[in-house]
């Protein structure tokens, strides 16, 4: 969806090149806002905007009148939630990929799906360069660089807030204030809020990296408190390690986790509250909300414990943890994670089946695991009698 505008050109600054073209990744934030007025104002540049519907509740269309208004030639709007999860979340469900046992990877997921598209538009538009609403502080700022390298090295690559200094919510209140730009409240200048449909993340800003955020910013997910008393079984089948159905019902992958984002976030299921390491080793606190991507996570385990041999599972999670790494870091695009998605692939033949979760009070836990490929006997569960599989000799188990 393309929406276009008059262009009001106003005189480029001097030493600017009035015709140069830049594509914005534009969310409406404040941040983004900034970055369209600068890019206008300061550097003289014609902006192209692109917004990216990747399942977050906010209607887009708005964007496109505020890009407009606010001196951009055209507004760009592309709905990705099918492509998100098709090429990018159900590769990473099949890895089990978690950064640091409770950061499921929304955000970092997200960033190389909307790169491609800046840089097509890009490409398609004659644009020199690509602007993001990242300060030159986070792991934004290096996993836009890292996408565009790979994808388009030919393409520029800039960051308004971290050319201005901004370094602090109020910086970029400065800044509004002093160019009569729109700030809708100074609560989200305080906390960060990203959401799309594999989770949200709630990020900090505030002085106090302990306070405890306003119960309305979590966006996802019920308190464990006040949620129902009485706990709610699920049933999710999967295929070669991708889930393809909720309670019998095939579904398609935005339509499934869509709705266990529902009923795990009715059941607080998928709050995480992390001390996390940023690519810089920079230490922040990060709080989560990813109800879908907590309770897939959990029965797509259950599913490798029962199919699975125990060297190809305890290897597995030295891979996890990499490719968990090449997601964060923005390293999609790398021949190493192509090649472990080609490994994930292969492991994942035999990874069919059902498993029945149950929700309750912030937990998921499994409580029924079934497939033909089970390497389970149920012979072997008694500890009364030897099987009559046991090996007589242990001196080869020895280490």
Known sequence: MVFSGPFRYNAAPKGADPMSKVVLAYSGSLDTTICLHWLRATKGMRVYTFSANIGQPENLEPLSEAALARGAVSAHIADLRDRFAWDFILPCIRAGAVYERGYHLGSALSRPLILQELVDLAQEEGCSTIAHGARGIGNDFIRFRNCVRALAPDLKVIAPLHELGHATP??????????????????????????????????????????????????????????????????????????????????????????????????????????????????????????????????????????????????????????????????????????????????????????????????????????????????????????????????????
């Open 170 to 399: 109020e910086d970029d209140l400065r800044y509004a204030r002093e160019h009569d730009l729109p700030v809708e409240s100074v609560r989200q200048t305080l906390y960060n809020i990203e959401e799309n449909l594999w989770g949200a993340n709630i990020q900090f800003r505030a002085a106090d990296p302990w306070a405890v955020p306003p119960r309305e910013t979590y966006r996802m997910t019920l308190p464990p408190e006040n949620c129902p008393d009485v706990p709610v079984e699920i049933a999710i089948g999967f295929e070669k390690g991708i889930p393809v159905s909720l309670d019998g019902k095939p579904l398609a992958p935005v339509a499934l986790i869509q709705g266990l984002n529902r009923l795990g976030g009715a059941h607080g299921v998928g709050r995480f509250d992390l001390i996390e390491n940023r690519i810089t080793g920079r230490k922040t606190r990060e709080i989560y909300e990813s109800p879908a991507a907590e309770i897939l996570s959990v029965a797509h385990r259950a599913l490798e414990q029962l199919v699975l041999d125990r060297a190809l599972l305890h290897f597995q999670e030295i891979l996890r943890l990499r490719y968990a790494d090449l997601v964060y870091e923005g390293h999609w695009f790398s021949l190493l994670r192509e090649s472990l998605d080609a490994f994930f692939s292969r492991t994942q033949e035999c990874v069919t089946g059902s498993v029945l979760c149950r929700l309750f009070r912030g937990q998921v836990d499994t409580a029924r695991v079934e497939s033909p490929y089970s390497q389970l006997d149920n012979r072997d569960t008694t500890i009364t009698r030897i099987p009559p599989n046991f090996p007589r000799d242990l001196s080869g188990y020895s280490h």
